[in-house]
C-alpha cells in the first residue's frame, strides 16, 4: 500500500475558527512533510517531521501549528487563518528524511479561508 | 538552496518520445536530482531521481549532464496519460535535507 490519505478534502473556513487536517499512512515511512500550493504554483515546504521530531520549519507562521502524534500519523493544525493562506494543504511522507528517499505525496486538501 | 529552471510548457504527441529539461548549476556535490509530476486536482507523485549515473525505471530515463548542471526526463512513448506538470526537484543533502520545487513544465500530449 503506497498510499498517503488526507482529510478533509475540502475545508472552508472562517479566520476566527480552529480546524484541524488530518494525514495518514501505513508505509512505515519515518519522514512527513507539509507542503502548501497556491494556484499554479509549485509545492512549498512547510514543515518536516523525522521519526516523530519536528527537524525543519520553513519559517512558518505560528497560526499553523503541526503535530505528529505517532509514526503514521500527521496534523496541522490552523487558528486565526488569513484569506492568503487560501491554498492546496499537500502531505507527504519518506521511508526517512534524506535525499536519496522519494515521497509519496496525498491527494490534499483544498483550505479556502472567508 | 539549488534552484532549477524549467520550460514553462512543452508539446507532445501520443507515442513519441519527449525530452524535459532542466537546468540546476547551483547544485551542489551531495544534492540529489528528483523528477515529480503532478496530474490535474492530485498530489505530486515520483517519477525518477538520480545522483551522477544515467537512471532507467518503468517511468522514465533520466539524463544527468557530466557536469551534473543540467539534466533531461525522458518519456520514451507519451501516452495522454502524461499530461502532467513536471517538477524537476533538487533533494539537498546534509542536515538541511529537503525538496525544492522548480516551476515545473506543463507538458501537453496530443492525440
Known amino acids: 500500500d503506497t498510499e498517503v490519505t488526507q482529510t478533509p478534502k475540502h475545508l472552508v473556513m472562517g479566520m476566527t475558527n480552529k480546524k484541524s487536517l488530518k494525514c495518514e499512512q501505513h508505509?512505515?515511512?519515518?519522514?512527513m512533510y507539509w507542503y502548501k500550493q497556491k494556484a499554479k504554483k509549485p509545492p512549498e515546504l512547510m514543515f518536516v517531521?523525522?521519526?516523530?521530531?519536528?527537524?525543519i520549519n520553513e519559517s512558518v507562521p505560528s497560526r499553523f501549528s503541526p503535530e505528529c502524534p505517532n509514526s503514521s500519523l500527521l496534523n496541522l493544525h490552523l487558528h486565526a487563518l488569513q484569506p492568503e493562506d487560501s491554498a492546496l494543504y499537500l502531505c507527504?511522507?519518506?521511508?526517512?528524511?534524506?535525499?536519496?528517499?522519494?515521497?509519496?505525496f496525498g491527494p490534499g486538501t483544498r483550505l479556502t479561508v472567508t | 538552496d539549488a534552484k532549477t529552471t524549467q520550460p514553462n510548457s512543452m508539446e507532445s504527441n501520443e507515442e513519441e518520445p519527449v525530452h524535459l529539461p532542466c537546468n540546476h548549476s547551483?547544485?551542489?556535490?551531495?544534492?540529489?536530482i528528483h523528477w515529480y509530476r503532478q496530474l490535474p486536482s492530485q498530489g505530486p507523485e515520483y517519477v525518477i531521481h538520480?545522483?551522477?549515473s544515467n537512471v532507467n525505471n518503468r517511468m522514465a530515463s533520466l539524463a544527468i549532464a557530466e557536469d551534473r548542471k543540467s539534466s533531461t526526463l525522458i518519456l520514451h512513448r507519451a501516452t495522454l496519460r502524461d499530461a502532467a506538470v513536471y517538477y524537476c526537484?533538487?533533494?539537498?543533502?546534509?542536515?538541511?535535507?529537503?525538496?525544492?520545487f522548480g516551476k515545473g513544465t506543463l507538458l501537453t500530449v496530443n492525440p
Open positions: 507527504a511522507s519518506s521511508q526517512a528524511a534524506g535525499f536519496t528517499y522519494e515521497q509519496y
Open positions: 508505509m512505515g515511512h519515518r519522514a
Open positions: 517531521y523525522s521519526y516523530e521530531k519536528l527537524s
Open positions: 547551483t547544485i551542489s556535490g551531495t544534492d540529489y
Open positions: 538520480g545522483l551522477t
Open positions: 526537484t533538487i533533494n539537498s543533502g546534509g542536515s538541511n535535507y529537503k525538496l525544492t
